[in-house]
């Protein structure tokens, strides 16, 4: 049985993850996507191609991507590759103390260049990417023109 990892499955976007799908056959050709919905409903994906190990593992931190939306060794590339499918948006997180973006990861058997919705995922998961730690308070700053929020920690 095909499964993806996110570990920490809960972090603040700043950090790093770890990446791991487990369960393929050696030497599987598998698309890996990523995909979230912002705050307005648009939709942010990415997406790369890697040939499983000897062990039927990928892990985008050693295992290079062969193409997609980059190509090599990077441990958060589906992260940091998020495009828009509608031109000329931007990902913006802009309630940062309220929730989170949930991204969703997802292994697709062989080449996926589309996204078909008949096409059924081999295993998904899905990882929070926090902008704000636990305890943080926002204190919104009004001060002659200058406008802004202060974050204190807990």
Known sequence: MV????T?????????????VRGLSPSQLVTLRAWLKDEQGELF????????DGAGEVDPGLHAALGGSYSGVWPMGLFWF??????????????????????RL??????????????????SCEAERW???PGVQ???????RVRGALFLPP
């Open 45 to 52: 994906q990415s997406r790369a191609f890697f040939r499983a």
């Open 8 to 20: 920490p499955q809960s972090s603040l976007a700043d950090r790093p993850v770890q990446i791991r």
């Open 82 to 103: 998020l495009q828009p499918d509608t031109l000329f948006r931007r990902l913006v997180k802009r309630d940062v103390a309220g929730s989170p973006f949930r991204v």
């Open 138 to 144: 926002r204190v919104p700053v009004r001060e002659g």
């Open 106 to 123: 997802e292994v697709l058997d062989g080449l996926s260049l589309g996204a078909d919705p008949r096409e059924q995922p081999l295993a």
């Open 131 to 133: 902008y704000v730690g």
């Open 3 to 6: 499964e993806v990892t996110v």
